[in-house]
């Protein structure tokens, strides 16, 4: 890719970018949120028309008006939002969109290329399977299959190990040195440091959606010296200082939901005082979501006592709860924290929008909305054209600055923090943490839900384990282990 160029209005988000893929590559490209990686990349996948700029593939030009194109040419790419039909199986997923022998579909050809694919780089996938059955790493694996499957030979992974475990991510980077191995170009866009320094040979940076710096050979370089390169200052780690806690804020006793499609809580207890940031540990899928879902009023209470400082609440539901001071940043930002399609100005003031000051006897107050989010963006320092910009079209850290603003704009007593930093990087997931200190400063509390144990133990006062709908044990951060929470979330619970 040579002189590759976009803007999106007056954003430029790649301005003159050059990138060379070799054979068995597994480059990296690095950069904040918002420096241009996934437009790039779209570039190259055919999603997006580039203002100016070549691309060569096999040292021949290549015209990619369309992903179609970019298939053809061999290029597959695994983007962060999997683009599956969970109706579907396995195999159906593979054959959308791909031509049969004499207008039939090829089940047993495709049966056998998905074996091939599957033995050759370790990623074995059941063909009958429904998609909506697969974990979350099933399900990606099945989209790295579905562009092996149409002959890619080079491929863009877009934050891959995102919403994947320890084991996940390990079982993802064995099939990339295979496919290294087999001459294949991988380019690997992440924010994990220490995953790029595990598994990438070069290293783009990209900031402000130019290049900055190209590292040939990753050998000798640290992870502080990415953050560096990626932001362009030193990251000094957020400080903690100590802090007595308070009255208790948020208190659940006893509680239980029925699970429907989900983990059923059982007899879970937990209480979040004034001045404390309380963490929330376990495997993905061990009730968190629950957890979060039954504070925020979602999910049906169908047993003990919630109480919101001291206030006993009978029925939770969204409005009630955010009225009694909670904060809610959801795990998924834009399919239940914001809305893509929308303004930003919109999306902003969405769970407020029926209330002064945006609203009166029903009628909205655009200049009153327009000010609240002009004074938003300046404050979290948002990067985008202005309130009028679609919300989908903002990078993942300035779509999660958003949602913080909004819900900090209203100083709540408890924040409701589920997976706040994932896909984010280091300067973004900084940022984050330091408005946690804030509020935990000022005698507001925090309860943190993340899958990040570096995070959990980084912020947290107390770290709570959970497993299969229960809290096993709260220990203080001073007595938590990284082997002891390990054991507890596998279920052991004699750990110490």
Do not use: W
Not at 63 to 77: H, N, P, Q, R, Y
């Amino acid at each position: 890719m040579r002189g590759m160029s976009k803007s999106f209005g007056s954003v430029h988000a790649n301005r003159d970018v050059d990138l060379i893929l070799y054979p068995g590559d597994v480059l990296g490209l690095l950069g904040e949120n918002g420096a241009g990686k996934t437009t790039l990349m779209n570039m190259l996948f055919g999603t997006y028309a580039p203002d100016s700029g070549t691309i060569e593939i096999d040292g021949r030009p290549a015209d990619i008006s369309s992903s179609a194109d970019a298939l053809e040419l061999g290029v597959g790419m695994v983007h962060q939002h999997f683009h599956l039909v969970p109706t579907l199986s396995v195999l159906d997923n593979l054959m959308i969109g791909r031509p049969g022998a004499g207008g039939r579909l090829d089940r047993t050809s495709a049966g056998k290329r998905l074996s091939e694919i599957g033995q050759r780089f370790g990623l074995e996938l059941p063909p009958d399977a429904m998609v909506s059955d697969l974990a979350v790493g099933e399900q990606q694996r099945l989209e790295i299959v579905k562009a092996l499957f149409r002959d890619a030979r080079i491929l863009i992974l877009d934050e891959p190990t995102a919403v994947l475990t320890p084991l996940e991510t390990e079982a993802l980077f064995t099939a990339l040195r295979a496919m290294a191995g087999d001459g294949l170009g991988v380019i690997f866009i992440s924010h994990k440091l220490y995953e790029v320094k595990a598994i990438t040979n070069r290293v783009v940076v990209l900031r402000l959606g130019r290049v900055t710096a190209t590292i040939d050979d990753t050998t000798d370089t640290t992870e502080r010296d990415l953050a560096e390169l990626m932001c362009g200052h030193e990251i000094v780690p957020p400080e903690k200082p100590p802090q007595e806690p308070g009255d208790v804020l948020l208190e659940l006793e006893g509680v239980a939901t029925a699970g429907g499609s989900g983990v059923a809580l059982r007899e879970l207890s937990l209480d979040v005082r004034a001045g404390e940031i309380v963490g929330v540990a376990g495997v993905s899928g061990n009730g968190q979501l629950e957890l979060a879902e039954l504070i925020a009023g979602i999910q049906p209470l169908t047993g003990g006592d919630l109480r919101i400082t001291g206030e006993l609440v009978l029925y939770p539901e969204p409005r009630s709860i955010q009225e009694l001071g909670v904060g809610r940043i959801p795990e998924d930002r834009l399919s239940t924290g914001l809305i893509g399609s929308l303004p930003l100005s919109d999306s902003m003031v969405l769970p407020r929008v029926h209330a002064p000051p945006f609203s009166r006897y029903g009628v909205l107050s655009h200049s009153r909305i327009r000010h609240f989010v002009e004074t938003q963006i300046e404050r979290f320092r948002i990067q985008t054209a202005g309130p009028h910009i679609r919300t989908g079209t903002l990078s993942g850290g300035n779509l999660q600055k958003a949602l913080l603003a909004r819900e900090l704009a209203f100083e709540p007593v408890v924040v409701l923090a589920a997976q706040p930093t994932r896909g984010l990087d280091v300067g973004a997931m900084q940022f984050v943490h330091e408005r946690f200190l804030e509020l935990r400063g000022q005698g507001g509390a925090v309860l943190l839900i993340s899958e990040d144990l570096e995070e959990l133990f980084l912020l947290s006062d107390r770290l709570a384990v959970m497993y299969e709908g229960r809290i096993v044990e709260v220990l203080p951060i001073e007595e938590a282990t990284v082997q002891r929470v390990g054991l507890l979330m596998a279920g052991v619970e004699d750990a110490a």
